[in-house]
C-alpha cells in the first residue's frame, strides 16, 4: 500500500465486523435440541446474554479479505469497542505497520491514513446514506443479535436451528438452539436496498464470551464480500478508544 492512497471505502466497509486461556473451538453442537419448542422470552435473553459488543472489549487478531467488482485486497487489524456503540480499528500491514486508524461513532466516523498522513473525517449518517452500511448494524456484522419483537410465545428448534423474522429490519436470522447465536442473517434493508446475507462459524468459547471465529457477508453493492477471521476477544476494563493525529496531517472530508 505504500504510495498509494488508501481505499476509504475499504477501510469503513472492513470494519463493518488468547490472552493467556486457550481457546475452545465449538462446533455448534445440537444435541438435545434437535427439535423442540423454547419459551420465547427465554430464548432472546440467552441470546442477548451471548452478545460481545455491549461492553468494552479487545479483539486482538483480525484478518480481513475484502472483494468488490474492482480489487481484491487481505488485512490485518484489531479493534476496541467501548460497549457503547463506538469502535475503534487499526488496520495493518502484514509486516505490522499501522496503515491506518479507523473510528466509528453515533455521530463521526474518523479514518487517519498513517501512510499519506492524512486524517479524514465525516458524518456517520452520510456514509450510511452513500455505501448502505448502516451504523446499527455494525454489532449484526460482529454476529451479535439485534433485538426483534416476537408475536409467538414459542420458538421451534428443528435439527438444532430456530429461524426468527425481523420484519421492522427487513431480515430473517438462523440461530444454533445449543449455544444461542447467530449462524446466519440475510434480507434486504429496505425496498430498494439489495440482498445482504451473513455467515457465522468456527464459534470459539474464550475468556467468558462466545464468538464466531469466521465470519463471511455478501453486501450485494458492487459485489462486495468481506471475511473475517477473529481470535483472541477479551473484555477490556478500559473502555477508552484513543484516536490521535500529529500536527503534520491534512484534514479533508471523508466522502
Same mark, same amino acid.
Given at each position: ?8 471505502? =475499504? ?19 445440537? !444435541?438435545?435440541? %434437535? ?20 461492553? /468494552?472489549? !479487545? ?20 479493534? #476496541? ?5 463506538? =469502535? @475503534? ?33 465525516? %458524518? ?5 446514506? #452513500?455505501?448502505?452500511? #448502516? ?14 419483537? @416476537? ?43 439489495? %440482498? ?9 468459547? %474464550?475468556?467468558?464470551?462466545?464468538? /464466531? ?34 500536527? !503534520? ?7
Amino acid at each position: 500500500m505504500s504510495g498509494q492512497k488508501l481505499n476509504i471505502v =475499504l477501510l469503513v466497509m472492513t470494519v463493518i465486523i488468547s490472552a493467556s486461556c486457550q481457546s475452545l473451538r465449538i462446533k455448534g453442537g445440537r !444435541s438435545g435440541k %434437535e427439535a423442540g419448542a423454547i419459551n420465547a422470552g427465554r430464548f432472546l435473553a440467552e441470546m442477548k446474554s451471548t452478545n460481545i459488543t455491549g461492553q /468494552p472489549i !479487545s479483539i486482538s487478531r483480525i484478518t480481513i479479505t475484502y472483494e468488490n467488482s474492482y480489487e481484491k485486497r487481505r488485512l490485518r487489524a484489531n479493534a #476496541k469497542m467501548n460497549g457503547k456503540g463506538d =469502535l @475503534l480499528v487499526s488496520v495493518r500491514t502484514f509486516a505490522g505497520i499501522e496503515a491506518a486508524r479507523i473510528l466509528i461513532g453515533r455521530d463521526t466516523v474518523k479514518v487517519a491514513d498513517r501512510i499519506n498522513r492524512i486524517c479524514y473525517i465525516g %458524518e456517520t449518517k452520510e456514509l450510511e446514506k #452513500k455505501y448502505g452500511v #448502516k451504523y446499527n448494524f455494525i454489532n449484526l456484522l460482529f454476529g451479535d443479535f439485534l433485538d426483534v419483537e @416476537l408475536t409467538r410465545r414459542r420458538i421451534m428448534c428443528e435439527g438444532g436451528i430456530a429461524v426468527l423474522d425481523d420484519f421492522d429490519r427487513g431480515l430473517e436470522y438462523k440461530v444454533d438452539c445449543s449455544i444461542y447465536k447467530l449462524v446466519e442473517a440475510a434480507g434486504r434493508l429496505d425496498e430498494d436496498g439489495e %440482498e445482504i446475507k451473513g455467515v457465522f462459524s468456527e464459534f470459539r468459547a %474464550e475468556n467468558g464470551l462466545i464468538y /464466531p471465529g469466521s465470519i463471511e457477508w455478501d453486501l450485494g453493492v458492487n459485489n462486495t464480500k468481506i471475511e473475517m477471521q477473529m481470535q483472541n476477544i477479551r473484555k477490556d476494563d478500559n473502555d477508552e478508544l484513543v484516536f490521535k493525529v500529529g500536527d !503534520s496531517y491534512r484534514v479533508k472530508k471523508l466522502r
